[in-house]
Structure formats: structure tokens, C-alpha cells
């Protein structure tokens, strides 16, 4: 981590991570002094919210945002966004609190953040990839980073990968807040819009780790959106601002 100096937030969206929150926390916030944690909390019903109320008022480097229902993942990224940019931070991460994503990694995500706009944690260049998924998982990934890099063009390899961190300027310049699309189909339409405005997105290799502890919340609906979302963003583009010093 090369350039201490500057602040940046951890998002952790979550839906029922009690289990998980406290030792993903401790994790993150030991790897610099420079890192701060923000959870978007959609009223989860095992507590998860009352778990990081405790830990806030310990350690004043834990912030929490509750909302009042699952209102989605797209959105809680968006919640988290503006609370990052109105808050001053240089650099907004997200990342799974299932401890899928190994907070290992964020010190080299951080380096590329030197050089690059955006980072991508990625299971899908040399180094990286998925720790004990079922065979019918691992395909349907693969294939819809296939898909979907074809469909959009895009070079990143791991499209909907959701441990990421943008420099503020990526934020400010590509209004995610424009973003329709939610979960999944939010990840990847970032990736296209960053690339979009002309900024440049590394990836670093991850290994997905299974979820700790606490069930899944995706569903198959949400695939077939998403699948559809990649088709109606490269027939119809939105416009996308372009970044500055271009
Ligand atoms: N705030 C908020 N967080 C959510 C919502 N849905 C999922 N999450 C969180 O988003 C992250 C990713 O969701 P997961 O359920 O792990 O989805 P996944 O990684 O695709 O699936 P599994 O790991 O197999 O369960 C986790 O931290 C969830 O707690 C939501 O509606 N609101
Ligand atoms: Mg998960």
C-alpha cells in the first residue's frame, strides 16, 4: 500500500451476516489505520444491524447505514456510494460480507489503485479463481462472464465480480446513481460504464471463497434479468459522461 494518505471506505452490504460481520470487521480494519468499514444493513432479521451498532460504538472506524427492508444489492452499493462521496473518501471499495472475498487481497487491490481507476477483484485472470463450488455453479458463472464480455465488449475478465474499488473521481464521473439495473446486472453495467468514460480497470486475482456461514439470497429470476439487462445495454447504450482529462 503505497499512498497511505489516502481514506478509504470498505462497503459491506448486508442481509443476515451476523455471524460474519464481526470477524470480516476485524480483519479489514487491521490492514491500515487508513481503512474505514461502512455497512448497509437492509433491516436484516437475524440482528445483523444491532451487531454492527455495538461494533460502531467501540471503534469509530465502523459506520452503519440501515435501511428499512431488503431493498436489493444494486442499491445498497448506491447507499453506500453517496455516503463515501459525500464523506470525503478517495478511495470505495465493496465487498461480499460472507467472507466470500478474503480482505487478503485488499492491499494489492489498493497498490493497482495507484495506477489504475478501478479494480476488480478478479476470479477469472491467471491466479485467481473459486474455492469448492458445485460444477453447476461454476459453469453458469463462466459462462456469463462469457456472455457478457462478448455482448458488451468490455476486457475485463470478471464482470460480476462484487469486490471492487474505484477512485472517487470514477464515481463522480460515471453517476452510478443512473444505474437501473440491480444486483448482478448493477455489477456489470458498472464495468461497462467505467470502461465507458475511458477510465482504466485492473484486475487482481482472488480466490472465491464459499460463503461462512448463513445462507445464499440469490435466486434465478435474478439471472434471466440480468441476462436480458446485457442484451437491452448493447442494443440501446445510455450515454455515459466521459472522464475529464481526456
Ligand atoms: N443490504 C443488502 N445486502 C444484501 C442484499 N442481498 C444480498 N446482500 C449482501 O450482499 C452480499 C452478497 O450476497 P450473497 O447472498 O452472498 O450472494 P452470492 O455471493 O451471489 O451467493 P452465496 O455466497 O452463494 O450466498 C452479502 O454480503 C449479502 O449479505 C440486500 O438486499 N441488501
Ligand atoms: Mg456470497
Redesign the pocket.
Known amino acids: 500500500m503505497t499512498d497511505s494518505t489516502l481514506r478509504t471506505l470498505v462497503i459491506?452490504?448486508?442481509?443476515?451476516?451476523k455471524d460474519?460481520v464481526t470477524p470480516l470487521s476485524e480483519e479489514i480494519l487491521g490492514l491500515s489505520s487508513r481503512i474505514e468499514i461502512l455497512v448497509?444493513?437492509?433491516a436484516?432479521p437475524d440482528g445483523?444491524g444491532d451487531v454492527v451498532e455495538e461494533l460502531g460504538k467501540r471503534n469509530s472506524r465502523i459506520h452503519l447505514l440501515r435501511?428499512s427492508g431488503?431493498?436489493?444489492?444494486g442499491?445498497?452499493y448506491l447507499?453506500g456510494f453517496q455516503y463515501g462521496l459525500d464523506n470525503g473518501y478517495d478511495l470505495i471499495f465493496t465487498?461480499?460480507?460472507?467472507r466470500?472475498h478474503n480482505p487478503k487481497y485488499l492491499p494489492a487491490m489498493l497498490e493497482m489503485l495507484d495506477d489504475m481507476d478501478m479494480v476488480v477483484g478478479s476470479r477469472y485472470v491467471p491466479g485467481g479463481g473459486i474455492d469448492n463450488w458445485q460444477l453447476h455453479?461454476r459453469l453458469l458463472s463462466n459462462f456469463a462472464n462469457f456472455y457478457t464480455r462478448s455482448a458488451l465488449r468490455v476486457t475485463v475478465h470478471d464482470c460480476t465480480a462484487?469486490f471492487r474499488g474505484y477512485r472517487r473521481e470514477v464515481l463522480e464521473t460515471v453517476d452510478p446513481f443512473r444505474v437501473k439495473s440491480s444486483?448482478?446486472s448493477f455489477l456489470y453495467e458498472m464495468v461497462w460504464r467505467v470502461t465507458r468514460a475511458g477510465f482504466r480497470i485492473g484486475e487482481v486475482p482472488i480466490v472465491?471463497e464459499?460463503?461462512f456461514a448463513?445462507?445464499?439470497?440469490?435466486n434465478s429470476s435474478e439471472i434471466y434479468i440480468a441476462a436480458f439487462r446485457v442484451l437491452m445495454i448493447a442494443i440501446f447504450p445510455p450515454k455515459v459522461p466521459k472522464r475529464k482529462d481526456h
Open positions: 459491506l452490504p448486508t442481509y443476515d451476516e460474519n448497509v444493513d437492509d436484516s445483523t435501511r431488503k431493498l436489493g444489492l442499491t445498497a447507499a465487498m461480499d460480507a460472507d466470500s455453479r462484487g444486483g448482478y472465491f464459499p460463503r448463513g445462507a445464499s439470497k440469490i
